[in-house]
């Protein structure tokens, strides 16, 4: 039977009614593993800690009797303290710091969504800090036991014997790494079985040798740790590259100490291997990165969208007013073309943080390059040669085909850029099987059976540190105006989304091949779902419009009214609900959810209260997750994203007044 998580206990010191409930409200979903108390005041807060064991302390920088601080100095010692501020500044956030909170955060609302995570984080840096800790004691108290075990050989023969019995048991077993040296040049005298396991080296290969003349080390940390140790006497939690036989790079936490063996001065050096934990904290900063974009796109994808729709809309006017043979339709045509395009680019932009919805169906790899092809072409221009090889039969995954050209352009944009004096690129697609020892030699992939996309470039190519951050947002090596820094970003997002994974290898002046892994289906073609027949979208219903963009609700208006309805608009939420009230003819409601002064589930509460069978369609060009944040939109509720194109519109709302 599973043990159940003990709750984590937290103490609130927040004097605002208002901060506190919404603190309270980001632990809503955690109710099972949080249990908060709110203090008012620093003294009661500190009565509080005295009193009970909290695991982690969330105090507001100014209280009614004195600042947050104050709490810190007095409490940071006892458990994690996470300073809060309505009005950030740089003063303040270093005025935390110095007074001992683990971190500190500006009262937003997506601050007090964002709570359980920042608490999470809290914690655990605590617990690196104890871990640290814990390191120094045991190098301390290691120390000294090694210094008084060596005193004690020179009382007798016998007493000598004894204790290096001990010594070599404690030494050879700790759990960390442990090495005796010389402390002028660094010779080796003595490694523990950790040391061996973790470096692949044997003890005969390393005793009486430096760190830097077999490679454990390089030359600048060894200085960089004997400096730390001239000037502080001591090294505690410095991190160095160590290097093992078999080419693995591991990050070591470095704690050296002075100790004394018979009547010499020697180095004890305990080293905590922390590659995981780093391998980790890169991959969290690297999706906070990855989150604050998608942040930034979800709050515009609202605006961009309501102008697609527009835009998108009047298009498909234009085109069933124009005949085949008027040159003006091929205009209207390409102006809808973009605008399909941009909102493309706005999902894959809400590719960042995992917050755009994923169009997937099954496709065929090989399919979508060669529509692309000509595409990348263009990108490329005239003096680059483009060569695909594709794989033989069909390459079928679930994909977003418009994202996984998004991949394409971007990929091959990049690879223009590194090759102004032109050269050559590459597109190839094969299947490729991902085992157990592909996941352990390169680090990254779920076993199974994957389409690989590969695009290769004879560019300038990039160095390992270039390497690393490429995929970072805003990241670019371009001159200022040449690039936005967000082209691979998204490719990563956007694969990251398809549950894939991408690799580059690149080498300065050779060039790079990005390796991209979308997870395949079976060989065979699926099944193709034939479309019924166009049904009709002609009405003479009376429908209520209630949208806040004018614009939008001008365009609605006339799409429906060209179509036989008859409309009656509401600017908001609160006006909807009297029209409806003022208006019984009314057979379907179509309602943006997020709107002013009333938003749509409001209203369409208020709505059902008069007629609980009422007819209602909402649309909206927030993010499924704006609007489950925001509106708390119902389970099963009937929902148009924008942009949406009029037969689509059209199509939903016939389907909504014809049923049963």
């Not at 009970?52 to 100014?62: E, G």
């Not at 971190?103 to 914690?123: G, S, T």
């Not at 060569?387 to 679930?398: P, Y």
């Not at 419009?545 to 608009?569: F, K, N, R, T, W």
Request: glycine share 8%; proline share 3%; with cysteine.
């Amino acid at each position: 039977m599973a043990t159940l998580c003990p709750l984590k206990k937290i103490l609130v010191v927040e004097d605002d009614d208002a901060h506190a409930e919404l603190i309270r409200r980001g632990f809503s979903d955690f109710s099972h593993q949080y249990e908060l108390t709110v203090a008012g005041t620093v003294k009661e807060a500190l009565d509080r800690i005295r009193s009970s064991a909290y695991d982690i302390v969330l105090t507001d920088y100014l209280l009614p009797d004195g600042r947050g601080g104050e709490l810190v100095a007095q409490s940071a010692h006892i458990a994690p303290v996470v300073m809060m501020t309505s009005h950030g500044s740089e003063q303040v956030a270093v005025e935390a710091m110095k007074s001992g909170a683990i971190d500190y955060v500006v009262k937003m609302p997506e601050v007090f969504d964002a709570m359980p995570r920042i608490v999470e984080r809290a914690l655990r840096e605590w617990d690196h800090m104890l871990e640290r800790k814990r390191a120094e004691e045991a190098l301390r108290l290691q120390s000294h036991r090694l210094e008084h075990e060596v005193a004690e050989r020179k009382l007798a023969q016998e007493t000598l014997r004894l204790s290096e019995e001990k010594f070599h048991k404690a030494f050879d077993s700790a759990p960390l790494i442990m090495v005796i040296t010389d402390l002028e040049d660094g010779v080796f005298l003595d490694v523990n079985s950790k040391f061996v396991e973790l470096s692949g080296y044997s003890r005969h290969e390393v005793l009486g040798r430096t760190a830097t003349s077999f490679g454990w080390i390089s030359p600048k940390d060894r200085s960089a740790v004997v400096e730390k140790l001239r000037r502080e006497g001591q090294v505690a939690g410095f991190v160095v590259s160590l290097h093992s036989k078999d080419g693995r790079i591991l990050k070591g936490e470095y704690y050296c100490d002075r100790i004394t063996v018979d009547g010499c001065e020697r180095l004890l050096v305990i080293a905590l291997d922390i590659t995981e934990r780093v391998k980790l904290e890169e991959q969290l900063r690297h999706s906070q990165k990855l989150e604050a974009v998608g942040v930034l796109a979800g709050g515009v994808a609202h605006d961009f969208n309501n102008i697609l729709t527009v835009i998108g809309g009047y298009c498909e006017l234009l085109k069933m007013d124009l005949s085949e043979e008027n040159p003006a339709r091929d205009k209207v045509m390409q102006i809808s073309a973009a605008a399909d395009r941009a909102a493309n680019l706005t999902r894959s932009l809400l590719a960042f943080s995992r917050k755009g919805e994923v169009k997937a169906a099954p496709a065929n790899l090989n399919e979508i390059v060669k529509g692309v092809e000509k595409f990348l072409q263009r990108i490329i221009g005239e003096d680059i040669d483009l060569t695909t090889s594709l794989a033989e039969g069909a390459l079928w995954a679930v994909v977003d085909s418009g994202q996984i050209e998004q991949v394409l352009m971007n990929l091959a944009a990049n690879a223009r850029d590194a090759m102004p004096k032109g050269g050559r690129l590459f597109v190839q697609t094969e299947r490729h099987d991902i085992d157990a020892a592909f996941v352990q030699v390169h680090g990254f992939g779920t076993p199974g059976q994957y389409a690989l996309l590969t695009i290769s470039d004879t560019g300038q190519g990039m160095d390992e540190a270039t390497r690393k951050k490429i995929f970072d947002p805003f990241f670019t090596t371009k001159v200022v105006g040449k690039g936005t820094g967000l082209g691979l970003a998204i490719v990563y997002g956007i694969i990251a989304q398809h549950r894939g994974f991408v690799n580059v290898y690149s080498e300065p002046g050779i060039g790079s091949t990005f390796r991209v892994y979308l997870p395949a289906i079976g060989a065979t073609e699926p099944e193709k779902v034939h479309s019924a027949a166009e049904p009709a979208v002609h009405g003479n219903e009376t429908v209520l419009i209630a949208e806040d963009d004018l614009h939008v609700l001008d365009l609605v208006s006339s799409i429906l009214q060209q179509y036989g309805y008859s409309i009656i608009p509401a600017a908001n939420g609160l006006e909807a609900v009297q029209k409806f009230k003022e208006n019984p003819q009314i057979k379907l409601v179509l309602m943006d959810i997020i709107m002013p002064v009333m938003n749509g589930k409001e209203a369409a509460e208020c709505i059902r209260e008069l007629r609980h069978d009422a007819r209602i369609l909402f649309t909206s060009g927030y993010t499924a997750d704006i609007i489950r944040s925001r509106s708390d939109l119902d389970e099963g509720a009937e929902l148009v994203m924008k942009p949406v194109k009029p037969p689509v519109l059209l199509q939903k709302i016939r389907e909504m007044l014809d049923r049963q």
